[in-house]
Nanobody, 116 residues
């Protein structure tokens, strides 16, 4: 059974940093990709960043470019999202997702709250 477990969320002041982690179990990183989405209160879930397993390419939403970095540790089966220069509008529940073939898996989410 595939499980994605996020961690690393919390409360941080504007301008601060957080690193989110997503530990995958029940599946080995081999093909497809993984990424991060987020959902703020009253808003739709939106794309943040993604990483292609095969070619290692990274993709970012405009809101994340220059501030967030997505990376992986194959040995630990873990995906990361380093978030710097956090803004109030980054407040949301952050979800890890994995796509393998035609199947998409989601984690339970981790709350990130940015305060002024």
């Amino acid at each position: 059974q595939v499980q994605l477990v996020e961690s690393g969320g919390g409360l941080v002041q504007a301008g601060g940093s957080l690193r989110l982690s997503c530990a995958a179990s029940g599946i080995t990183f081999s093909s497809g990709g993984m990424g991060w989405f987020r959902q703020a209160p009253g808003k739709e879930r939106e794309f943040v960043a993604a990483l292609s397993w095969t070619y290692g390419r990274t993709y970012y939403a405009n809101s994340a470019k220059g501030r967030f970095t997505i990376s992986r540790d194959n040995a630990k089966n873990t995906l990361y999202l380093q978030m710097n220069s956090l803004k109030l509008e980054d407040t949301a529940v952050y979800y890890c997702t994995m796509v393998v073939g035609s199947t998409t898996y989601w984690g339970q989410g981790t709350q990130v709250t940015v305060s002024s």
